[in-house]
């Protein structure tokens, strides 16, 4: 017959067992929080990137875009128009790529494809968008018929060339800043393991 006190621990034990088991129980109710789960495998709006400078700048692009290349659209007649092609072309190519990399930053999908070096994408994007824009709006504007679609066209056109115009000066110089960064602490790095190296040597003992 056992005693009080094998009693005592026999209930202890299967008491901290069964607080085990139900800490780890699939079936106990979840505490998490409702607005910290991820929503659809991770993907979730990121206002951080919204608010900032290059989310603003993507914004402002991919509207001014749209707004030249309705502007665009509206010439029902042209002779030549060479330049309307051109201008129609580089504007719906300038909304479509910029809206797409708006969407991926701001909605997180680019850590889904580490592989992808997005701010050299990025980067890319934003030079050819203002070499191409300004030279859309400078043919235009040297021919056209002096429509209202045309100006407003050739307006919009230069307007996001100098907002294209801006966010690669400020994505140059983060890349710049990127590689400085990177190569100082590769330096820094290699350094410490010479610094280390030479120490091991000098504290081995000299062979007789």
Partial sequence: MRTTEEAEGFDGEASNTSM????SSPYQPTTEPVHSRNVLGGI????????????????????????????????????????VYFFEFVSCSAYVVT????????????AKLPLVNWNLTDLVNTVVSTVFFFLCSLVLACINHNTGSEIAAVIFGFLVTCVYGLN?????RKWRLGNGSQGVAQTSEYMRARTASRGEMEARPELA
């Fill in 20 to 23: 085990i088991s139900g800490a």
């Fill in 99 to 110: 809206g797409g990399l708006l969407l991926v930053f701001s909605l997180n999908l680019h």
């Fill in 168 to 172: 690669t000066f400020l994505a140059v």
């Fill in 44 to 83: 979730w709006c990121d206002t951080k990137y919204l608010k900032s400078h290059f989310g603003v700048l993507k914004v402002v692009e991919v509207v001014l875009s749209l707004i030249a290349f309705i502007c665009i659209e509206t010439i029902m007649m042209c002779s030549p128009c060479g330049g």
